[in-house]
């Protein structure tokens, strides 16, 4: 009965978003471009603490303090589940794009939203392809919009994660920009465990960043593993 009602609500909260989004495509056309821009990071803000909500989960916010006031980020973090993306837009505390697998794109409602973000779409069954997405999303971390990246590739469907892959951090350091690694503890406990909704204590701990002036920054394979290193201590096993 749970699972059925969470169902009923979150079909009409996506028609909501679904609203929304329209409403959003007037506002762009008439409002100022960065009254536009608040109201875009507000809603996405809003749609995430809310979807995470509807689950019934409780969410600590470990390590606020970590987060930097940089024009230029991008955070790097563990993907435990699908809730990792409306857990990080909801309650990291600064707006966020994602870079997203390009089949997401045939996601209706999800997609709109996901362009307006912004979020970059790659194509990783061509190298060219997926070296243009990088670019377009350095150049969005250069505008001064925050970028996430997730260096396991896919989601771990549990604690344990998964080796990073050290081709991910050309995009920080394209971009030149801070790296805030995250830690995300349990939400593949909401829908992946057992397919159902169940709710669950969550946690996202913001960790200390490393900046492009920090030695290890310029050494690609020796960053790739001590953010994998710091990461995996602090989700649980």
């Known amino acids: 009965m749970k699972s059925l009602l969470w169902k009923i609500w979150f079909i009409l909260f996506m028609l909501l978003c679904m609203l929304g989004f329209f409403l959003l495509i007037i506002g762009k056309l008439i409002l100022p471009k960065k009254s536009y821009r608040k109201i875009v990071s507000w809603a996405v803000k809003y ?4 979807l995470v ?50 089949e997401l794109l045939k ?44 260096p396991e590739g896919t989601r771990s469907k549990g604690a344990p994660m998964g080796e990073f892959k050290r081709g991910s951090f050309k995009l920080p350091t394209m971009a030149e920009a801070t790296i805030v690694p995250l830690a995300i503890n349990n939400t593949w406990k909401i829908l992946e465990e057992t397919g159902k909704i169940k709710a669950q204590k969550l946690t996202l701990e913001i960790m200390q960043p490393i900046r492009p002036e920090d030695p290890i920054y310029q050494d690609q394979q020796a960053l790739c593993a001590h953010l994998e290193e710091q990461i995996r201590a602090r989700v649980d096993a």
Do not use: Y
């Open 47 to 50: 749609w995430g603490r809310r």
């Open 53 to 102: 909500n509807m689950t019934g989960s409780e969410v600590e916010i470990i390590g606020k303090e970590n987060l930097p006031d940089d024009k230029r980020i991008c955070f790097v973090s563990n993907h435990q589940g699908m809730f990792d993306i409306p857990l990080v837009l909801g309650f990291v505390g600064r707006s966020c794009g994602f870079v997203a697998k390009k």
């Open 107 to 150: 996601v209706p409602v999800l997609a709109w939203w996901m362009l307006e973000i912004p979020c970059v779409f790659i194509d990783r069954s061509s190298a060219r392809k997926a070296r243009e997405s990088i670019i377009k999303s350095a150049e969005v971390i250069k505008n001064g919009h925050a970028m996430v990246i997730f």
